[in-house]
């Protein structure tokens, strides 16, 4: 519940300094927020844990990544600006994400654990390792490990 309470403060610290964009994503996350919270029946009142949280920010910073691929991919790069600002300021609130150097130890482990020697197989491997991390790694990063495995 601390992570709530931060991103509340942060509202405060960000109206006093004028900055208009992290206001606006601040804003839009506490927005976020109340819309889980009445998804789990939850009253206005009642605070996210933590994980609730760090769920809702990483689906709006991969909404705000797959923005800024299709306004580059239109050549629209004033367009991908604002999100580009919008996602560094959500990635400050996320844990800082596993390298891949740090993941394949953990796949290589997974990967004797299960007996994954057919390629075939690589999707339930990358899901052990993905459910082992607990959403500490890039599911991109993970894949891309796996794959270099086999």
């Known amino acids: 519940m601390a992570l709530h309470e931060d991103i509340k403060a ?18 839009s996350l506490l927005t976020a927020f109340m819309n889980e919270m009445v ?13 609730e949280i760090l769920a809702v920010i990483k689906r ?3 909404q705000r990544k797959e923005s800024i691929t299709q306004y580059e ?15 560094t300021i959500l990635e400050e609130y996320l844990p ?19 007996g994954v020697d057919d390629k075939a197989k690589m999707g339930i491997l990358i899901g052990a390792v993905m459910k082992e991390l607990g959403g500490k790694a ?3 990063d993970v894949k891309a490990v796996v794959e270099s495995l086999f």
């Open 10 to 27: 942060s509202l405060k610290e960000a109206m006093k300094a004028k900055d208009t964009v992290r206001l606006q994503v601040v804003r």
């Open 96 to 114: 800082q994400l596993m390298s891949q150097d740090d993941i394949r130890p953990v796949a290589e482990t997974k990967k004797a654990e299960l």
């Open 60 to 62: 709006s910073a991969k």
């Open 138 to 140: 890039d599911g991109g």
């Open 73 to 87: 991919a239109a050549g629209r790069p004033e367009l991908a600006e604002p999100e580009k600002a919008e996602l």
């Open 39 to 51: 998804a789990n029946g939850k009253t206005p009142q009642d605070l996210l844990e933590d994980e």
